[in-house]
């Protein structure tokens, strides 16, 4: 059972998603829209067959009916206006832009939590690398105290986060305390300009006083099993260290491939979260 | 001497000295330290986490006492001397500057790796509007040409910093390094901007690279009594101090309270005296932060690797300020491949 489904925004993020979607079955692409005629994502979407408009989100949904659910990947601002009109038109939302207006999900850790919200909002690539490992661990032990830092490439750091990186931090943090269940967060993130770029790295510490290694290592590797499952090139870059009562795992992302370079996994690492909440929506239903 | 702009030294025993004894300094010794340097007459004297406000944690090591508490102490102690922050865009944030406004700061140092200036736009603005006087830092400024240097200094300066500085963070630039950006720096940003020097010692050029620096027009300098600092240390204020006189320099500075804090407030509080050995030399020489120190070091007698082959390993991939967490992983797997080999 297909779900329609329709991108705002032809930037990186944007044509990525393009060509993730192509290869999901539950998901048929019916448009994208952007707002520069000249922007190379609409040039590959319209090579590839879809309907795009240069025009904007208001004239893609008066272009295409029957659409079920929009990514927007533009920018916070654009997506106020894109969040009333779609509101309006009961067509659901998946949010890439920083906005924060709908509830803050990373897939199957607390998706299920708001599958009738009009929309929902990723965080951030930080958020989507480390939540789900802090969440398997606060399933098994109290969380006093939970701590990432994230290291990208300076290539893959664009206008949005270097405007934005105390939105980055503050929101990442926030959501290591409310969907990732720690009492108190704090988030990191430091860019590194090294020829060739490096892999999206990730590092989490965990404080919990009744840390039981074995435990806590099965924890994590369900995790990142589970985020690995739809992000392919999510892994554990080295055994995770505990030591008293902190545990250290670091996790690095290499993107697919698909329209960004691998190394830019916290892009990549957006767009597969961003997919599999559809999917899930369509999964939905199909059991309806 | 010559010059329309009188030499400005920031003296930061408080704050890069914080890496040197992980982050254990006490109000009472911010209280101690920042009065005699009050008294002796630097333009400012900086305070806080070695990793600027926001920095106590896991990644750089949590303070005995928040930055807050050693702001208020410093503030109560200084009549004359300006109070500076440190803030790294990423670790600390903008509620960071306010809050350290309120503290009594009102030199903001906001720093960036030398190549990515463009995210403190927003954090110098925002100081700028809260008062305080702003300066940009570049760090690791080994890591970018003396062209890139100006390119950066631009930006920080167009965003709304009053000064630069080169941040030596790694000890690795030799004299001519330092003329060189020194140089291009001014050419950017002279116009309107002053530029400052932040040495370290691991290459033992601190000193001599913050002369040089001053002669090539500089005009702000960092240093710590006691040459107390991340690494092999920092340029010794109270041997810089001299050195300028000798130089013709009217710093404005009692050499003789500044070596009285050094010796009496300063020595004894260090874990081991500034030293430059085979530790501390390879920071400079393969061009690792100097706060990867006593991360290292940790890293080294858990896993039985030397420090010097983490340090190089760390340098070949060109780790950047902040990336603490990668000391651990190079470790392990030294150590990981040293047992296959075995």
């Keep these: 059972m297909q779900i329609s489904v329709a991108i705002v925004g032809s930037g990186n993020i944007g044509t990525d998603l393009l060509y993730k979607i192509s290869r999901k079955p539950t998901l048929r692409l019916v448009g994208v829209a952007g707002i520069d005629p000249a922007s190379d994502g609409l040039a590959r979407a319209r090579d590839l067959g879809y309907v795009v408009t240069p025009d904007g989100l208001e004239a893609l949904l008066d272009l295409v009916p029957g659409i079920d659910l929009v990514f927007d990947a533009t920018s ?67 969380i006093p105290y939970a701590e990432m830092v994230s290291t990208v490439a300076s290539r893959s750091a664009g206008p949005g986060t270097r405007q934005n990186i105390d939105e980055f931090t503050i929101a990442t943090a926030r959501s290591l305390e409310e969907v990732g269940g720690a009492e108190s967060g704090k988030a990191i993130i430091v860019l590194n300009p090294a020829d060739p770029p490096i892999l999206m790295r990730n590092t989490v510490y965990v404080r919990s006083p009744d840390l039981e290694r074995d435990r806590a290592l099965a924890a994590v590797g369900r995790a990142v099993e589970t985020v690995s499952r739809y992000v392919p090139g999510y892994r554990l870059a080295s055994e995770p260290l505990v030591e008293d009562d902190r545990i250290a795992v670091i996790v690095e992302v290499e993107g697919a491939g698909d329209y960004l370079p691998t190394y830019a996994g916290n892009l990549d690492i957006m767009t597969s979260a961003a997919i599999r909440v559809a999917e899930v929506q369509a999964e939905r239903l199909a059991t309806a | 001497m010559t010059g329309e702009r009188p030499i400005r030294l920031v003296d930061a025993t408080l704050r890069d000295g914080s890496h040197a004894i992980r982050h254990r300094f006490t109000p009472e010794q911010v209280t101690r330290i920042a009065s005699r340097l009050d008294e002796a007459g630097v333009y400012a004297v900086g305070v806080g986490h070695g990793d600027g406000v926001g920095g106590s944690s896991y990644q750089y090591g949590f303070a005995l006492h928040p930055d807050e508490e050693l702001h208020a102490a410093a503030a109560a102690a200084v009549s004359r001397a300006k109070l500076a922050v440190t803030m790294i865009p990423g670790i600390g ?245 040293s047992e296959r080999s075995t």
């Excluded at chain 2, 570049?138 to 631009?154: D, F, K, N, V």
Aim: hydrophobic letters at 45%; glycine letters at 10%; proline letters at 4%.
């Design chain 1, 76 to 142: 916070a601002s654009a997506h106020l206006a894109h969040a009333r009109l779609l509101r309006e038109r009961g067509i659901r939302c998946v949010d890439l832009t920083p906005a924060a207006l709908g509830p803050s999900v990373v897939p199957e850790v607390n998706l299920s939590e708001h599958l009738d919200t009009p929309e929902v909002s990723l965080i951030t690539c930080g958020a989507q690398a480390t939540v789900p490992i802090v969440a398997a661990l606060a399933a098994e032990f109290p």
């Design chain 2, 93 to 337: 944030t903008k509620e960071h500057l306010h809050r350290a406004r309120d503290f009594g700061c009102s030199l903001a140092r906001i720093a960036t790796h030398c190549t990515e200036a463009d995210i403190a736009e927003q954090h110098i603005a925002l100081a700028r509007e809260l008062g305080f006087e702003v300066h940009g830092d570049l760090m690791m400024s080994h890591m970018q040409t003396p062209e890139g240097m100006g390119e950066q200094a631009r930006i920080m300066v167009d965003a709304g910093a009053q000064g630069v500085y080169i941040m030596d963070s790694a000890g690795a630039l030799t004299v001519g390094d330092v003329r060189a950006r020194v140089a291009a720096m001014l050419a950017a940003i002279g116009d309107i901007a002053e530029v400052g020097m932040h040495a370290h010692n691991n290459l033992s050029l601190a000193v001599a690279n913050s002369v040089a620096a001053i002669e090539e027009g500089a005009t702000l300098v960092d240093a710590c009594l006691a040459g107390l600092g991340a690494g092999a240390g920092n340029c010794q204020t109270e041997v810089l101090v001299a050195v300028l006189e000798r130089l013709g320099y009217d710093t404005g500075i009692d050499l003789w309270t500044l070596q009285d804090a050094a010796d009496s407030d300063v020595r004894p509080l260090m874990v081991q005296p500034p030293t430059i050995d085979r530790d501390t030399l390879t920071l400079g020489y393969a061009g690792v932060p100097s706060s990867f120190l006593l991360h290292a070091r940790r890293a080294s007698d858990a896993l039985g690797v030397d420090t010097r082959d983490i340090l190089v390993e760390l340098g070949r991939r060109r780790v950047v300020g902040g990336q603490e967490d990668v000391i651990l992983d190079v470790a392990s797997g030294l150590a990981g491949a």
